[in-house]
């Protein structure tokens, strides 16, 4: 399912635009949840709460809150958030792709465009789609795909969570025990070797004495109480994953 939502002062643009996701939906055999919002501040609350959605319709002018003002909080929530901005005014094109939108949609031109650019959307998407794990904070959600967590682990000093990742480190404030629980939530790669510290076996080159070898050339000691688990665990992975045919 896809989640949309959508936020013009206008609910006649509203309702336009959830006539044709449902038109779209249907004749494409999927689903769309689309969430209408006449207030913008409401749709930043609800992000302030968590909630998340795959693409967002976001009107410029509305009298509550200038929409460029709310797309850079949304990015601030979500910095790889999929924005299509919805106006009347072309002078608007330059201040939005500076924010990095991914589409600029006239409302003269809603119906004769919509489905091109929900169906770009939804292209992008599905690219960027995979297990993936969040950070929230007061200030920012942050989305880590599972894939490019490499190994983490907790900082003796802070003792938050450090995600070592294919783009650099990451911190959480979860405790790594926690973090870990969540993550075998949506992803099975994932075990410890160690009290405080977890890897992602897809990154596992070898095991070499007491140390477990990566990819990015870090190696890490492994517990003497938690070696036979991880080489069982790691086993069982490379049997599925690598050896299978």
Known sequence: MYKIAICDDKKTILNTIH???????????????????????????DLEDH????????DIEMPQMNGLDV??????????????????YAHYAIEAIELDVFRYLVKNRLSKSFDDYIQAAINRLNTQSGECYFINSPRKKIKIFCKDIIYSYKDK?????IFCTKGGEIR??????QVWNDLKQISENFVF???G??????YVSGISKNEVLLEN????????RYAENFKKELENFWRKHIWSD
């Open 51 to 58: 909630k998340y959605y795959d693409l967002y319709f976001i």
């Open 172 to 177: 959480e404030r979860k405790p790594i025990k």
């Open 157 to 161: 000093e802070t003792k938050v969570t």
């Open 197 to 202: 510290c977890f890897v992602n076996m897809f």
């Open 71 to 88: 797309i850079k909080s949304i990015k601030q929530f979500y910095p790889d958030a999929l924005v299509i901005v919805l106006t009347s």
């Open 217 to 224: 050339g870090t190696s890490i000691r492994i517990g003497i």
């Open 193 to 195: 070797v160690e009290r």
């Open 19 to 45: 006539e044709l996701c449902n038109l779209y939906a249907e004749r494409n055999n999927i689903n769309i949840a689309d969430f209408s919002y006449t207030n913008p501040k409401r749709l930043l609350s």
